[in-house]
Structure formats: structure tokens, C-alpha cells
């Protein structure tokens, strides 16, 4: 049964920083791509980042390229995002997947 699992969230400033974790399990990881998606109150999932394997080729969302940074560690089987210069726009639950299979997400709040 593949799981994922997200922690990292919380409060922060706007223009503050944030890392995001996603552990997996009951699967073999390495050969998976794997990605960050958000949903913020009201409005549609989105689509944040990829990383392939094993290349480790990234792409990002034009809304969060130059911000934001995936990446991960096959032999923890863990996928992380750095997440910079945050906005308010950026507010959302994010969730870690492979586009089958979905995490609960971590709330992300950005607010003064």
C-alpha cells in the first residue's frame, strides 16, 4: 500500500521561509516521479512541482518558480520542498504524491 506523509507546515511571515517533508512508503521509491501539488480554501488543486528519477530533472509552476525548490533523497524515501520568499497566495494545503496516491497534506499559512 503506498503512503505518503507531509510535515513541515505552518505560520510564517510573508517573505519568510519554509521546508516542507514528504516520507513514503510500501514502494519502491527511486524509480517514481514524484510531485507537490496545493489546494487553497475555495479554489481547484494545483499543480506545484516535479522531480523525476533517477535524473532528478525538476520543473515548477510559473507561480512559484525562483521561489520554490524540490528535491529528494531516494534512500530515505523522502521528497522535500524549499519553499522561499513566501506570499499570501501561497496559503494552501500541500500535498506530496505520484498523481495515484495522496497524502493528507500540511497546511502552509502565510499572514501577518
Known amino acids: 500500500q503506498l503512503q505518503f506523509a507531509e510535515s513541515g507546515g505552518g505560520l510564517v511571515l510573508p517573505g519568510g521561509s519554509l521546508r516542507l517533508s514528504c516520507l513514503a512508503s510500501g514502494f519502491s521509491f527511486s524509480t517514481h516521479t514524484l510531485y507537490w501539488y496545493r489546494q487553497a480554501p475555495g479554489k481547484e488543486r494545483e499543480w506545484v512541482a516535479t522531480?523525476?528519477?533517477?535524473?532528478?530533472?525538476?520543473t515548477y509552476a510559473p507561480s512559484v518558480k525562483g521561489r520554490f525548490a524540490i528535491s529528494r533523497d531516494n534512500a530515505k524515501k523522502a521528497v522535500y520542498l524549499q519553499m522561499s520568499s513566501l506570499k499570501p497566495e501561497d496559503t494552501a494545503v500541500y500535498y506530496c504524491t505520484d498523481e495515484t496516491h495522496w497524502g493528507q497534506g500540511t497546511q502552509v499559512t502565510v499572514s501577518s
Open positions: 522531480i523525476t528519477s533517477p535524473s532528478q530533472s525538476t
